[in-house]
């Protein structure tokens, strides 16, 4: 499709252009690989888009560079990228001299079930070939991943999607306001960002809409779920509350992945941080406070000023714990300690004599609220476990 009849198309309005489209897609067979890249956003239309020197490359993505280009017919055409964003399943690859949309190499294509961690994501060091005279590049390697924000996709026990990788911190966003913040949300989106040595940071959102006891009520269970070492920030982006410390959390050469239901205001408080609507944002049903999933890209932006690279992406609704188990112990170090000493070694802290954690939490050395919601996680990761294994006894 040529620019012009684009432009044309998305000035067509109204309930019977709706119609017409939806009848279109209906009837039409599956966008092609070009129809697709049409409707990616094109450069121009994009602000605060992370440059290459934003997401600082390491010494083994570098050497794997280095021995990629060894093996591939003409290395001169290869460059060290980053995946700042991720629009329909396009990349956009920032490099040292330009950036440039890209798709991925044909071996890439044959990449399927535990192999779709292969497959380029946010955040990603690659090598990408531009061909002389070409707009696109192809990426042909993804580089080793310093961190790597996994989700199970829910089929086989392997089977991960990668969210963001190379994170360094993980903006955990809970919206305040909307009844108790739910604490079983907080501690999964923990033990997924310790899994991946991220650093876990609370956000707490909307402030403005509670009162103040409410307030304080929330950020003590918040504080008591996570312990001293985890930070919890609380922020308003309508008040501009909280942005400055939110700031801190994401020094330059750094980056940091936004987490959080739909609605919560993940991208109101991007764009809050921003100092402009960069990105899209979307009202909340009353009913039950839930979003209406606004962002459907996963985008990197680069905050303004001595500050690092933030990456929104779509609000998940559910975070399931398979194969997270060392997340899990980093989450809650005191309780794995402690059951040590558990007379049984599969002891699940609830009813079996001679359990050093129950003992532990009776003495006060262990807090109950951390405990109850240890055993939730855990039992609820022993069940998924043998649905998908039987054989497996955690
Ligand atoms: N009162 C108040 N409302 C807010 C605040 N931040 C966000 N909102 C509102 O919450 C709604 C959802 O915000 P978004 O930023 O689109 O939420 P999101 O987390 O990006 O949602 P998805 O993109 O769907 O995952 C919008 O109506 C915002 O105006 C805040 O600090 N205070
Ligand atoms: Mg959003
Ligand atoms: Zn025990």
């Known amino acids: 499709m040529g620019k012009a009849k684009a432009k044309a198309k998305k000035k067509t309005t109204g309930a019977r252009a709706k119609r017409d489209r939806r009848r279109k897609l209906a009837t039409e067979a599956p966008a092609s690989a070009e129809e697709l890249l049409a409707s990616v956003p094109g450069l121009d239309a994009l602000q605060d888009v992370p440059a290459f020197d934003d997401l600082p490359v390491d010494d083994a993505q570098r050497a794997a560079f280095d021995d990629f280009c060894t093996h591939v017919e003409k290395p001169e055409q290869m460059q060290l990228g980053a995946v700042v964003r991720l629009d329909r399943g ?92 739910l604490l079983d949300r907080v501690a999964r989106s923990l033990v997924l960002a310790l899994d991946c040595d991220a650093e876990p940071v609370v956000v707490l959102t909307k402030a403005d809409r509670c009162e103040a006891d409410e307030l304080e009520r929330d950020l003590d269970r918040v504080r008591r779920l996570v312990g001293p070492d985890v930070r919890v920030i609380v922020t308003s982006s309508a008040e501009g509350l909280g942005l400055d410390e939110v700031r801190a959390c994401v020094p330059a050469g750094s980056c940091a992945m936004i987490l959080g239901e739909s609605g919560a205001g993940k991208s109101t408080l991007l764009n809050a ?10 009202g909340v049903r009353e009913r039950d406070d839930q979003g209406r999933h606004t962002t459907v890209a ?39 300690e402690a059951s040590r000493a558990c007379r049984f070694g599969d002891c699940t802290h609830t009813h079996e004599p001679g359990c050093a954690v129950r003992e532990a939490e009776d003495a006060g050395q262990i807090d109950s609220l951390r405990l109850e919601t240890f055993q939730n996680l855990a039992s609820s990761m022993r069940v998924s ?10």
């Open 90 to 181: 396009f990349p956009l690859v920032a490099t040292a001299g330009d950036t440039f949309r890209a798709e991925y190499a044909v071996g890439f294509a044959k990449s399927r079930g535990e192999d779709e961690v292969l497959l380029p994501a946010v955040g990603d060091r690659v090598a990408v070939r531009r061909a002389p005279g070409h707009d696109m590049g192809v990426i042909e390697c993804v580089l080793p991943r310093r961190t790597s924000f996994e989700r199970w996709r829910g089929r086989a026990r392997g089977e991960r999607q990668v969210l963001c990788s190379n994170v360094d911190s993980v903006l955990i966003v809970q919206a305040l306001g909307a009844g108790e913040v």
């Open 273 to 282: 941080l921003l100092g402009h609507d960069a990105l899209a944002t979307g």
């Open 298 to 336: 996963r985008v990197m932006v680069a905050l303004p000023g001595d500050a690092g690279v933030i990456a929104d992406a779509p609000g998940l609704r559910s975070l399931p714990l398979v194969g997270h188990e060392r997340g899990l112990a980093r989450a809650f170090p005191e309780i794995v």
């Open 385 to 394: 476990a043998q649905i998908l294994d039987p054989d497996v006894h955690l």
